[in-house]
């Protein structure tokens, strides 16, 4: 079974209006971290937000911000007002227990339209 | 400060040749990653670093895979009698002390094509 999956390919959104890009894990550990990464067409993966899973409050990071479901393992990422700059794959990963090593999903390519 | 880097940024070999990933992480991160990411995927693992020893190398596909770091600081991927299904983007990252909560800074990677 995948450990994280992220079920849109593409997703287009009107610029200044804000997307949820969907992701769920699996997992049988209490303790494991979730993380965000954006990858513009350049290629570098950008750290963007991390939710650790015993984090009561849902991380936020400028215009990014975590709506963590623990009941539901959901772990969506919103982008409030985008930005053209915002056109980009994004990432989903989750690091397990004391592990490393981060799972990443196949990504969700974000268009951002003027 | 700078980030991680990689070099080359692009690699064009023939099937059957040696080829060297350079990486140059974050000065003072202990902790360095390898991923591969072919087209429409995700990064996937392939060995992690802690100083100059390899904790981790169950992500390597094949004894052709081989990296070092011998000064706990750059590292070399290095592949033996490239295949064409080596063929990706190998991405290497750092972080500072390897927690597992640490944030791993990526480097802008190098596209490998093997032709």
């Known amino acids: 079974a995948q450990k994280i999956t992220q079920t849109q390919p593409g997703m287009f959104v009107q610029e200044k209006e804000a997307v949820t890009l969907d992701c769920t894990y699996d997992?049988?550990?209490?303790?494991?971290?979730l993380f965000w990464y954006k990858q513009p067409s350049s290629g570098e993966m950008i750290f963007l937000i991390y939710?650790?899973?015993?984090?009561?409050q849902n991380a936020t990071e400028g215009r990014y911000s975590l709506n963590f479901q623990k009941a539901r393992k959901s772990a969506n990422l919103v982008i409030s007002a985008s930005q053209l700059g915002d056109s980009a794959m994004y990432f989903c990963?989750?690091?397990?227990?004391?592990?490393?090593?981060?799972?990443f999903g196949r990504g969700t390519s974000l268009i951002v339209h003027p | 400060g700078a980030g991680v880097s990689q070099t080359p940024s692009n690699k064009v070999t023939e099937k059957g040749k040696y080829v060297e990933l350079r990486c140059d992480p974050i000065?003072?991160?202990?902790?360095l990653y390898w991923y591969r990411q072919s087209l429409g995927q995700g990064p996937e693992f392939l060995i992690y670093?802690?100083?100059?020893?390899?904790?981790?190398d169950s992500g390597l596909p094949n004894d052709r895979f081989f990296a070092v770091r011998p000064e706990g600081s750059v590292s070399t991927l290095k592949i033996q009698r490239t295949e064409r299904g080596d063929s990706a983007v190998y991405l290497c990252?750092?972080?500072?002390?390897?927690?597992?909560?640490?944030?791993?800074?990526f480097g802008p990677g190098t596209r490998l094509t093997v032709l």
């Open positions: 997992t049988s550990d209490q303790s494991y971290g």
């Open positions: 670093f802690q100083g100059t020893g390899a904790a981790d």
């Open positions: 000065s003072g991160h202990t902790a």
């Open positions: 939710q650790g899973s015993y984090d009561e």
């Open positions: 990963a989750m690091r397990e227990g004391g592990s490393y090593i981060p799972t």
């Open positions: 990252a750092s972080s500072l002390i390897g927690h597992s909560t640490d944030t791993q800074y």
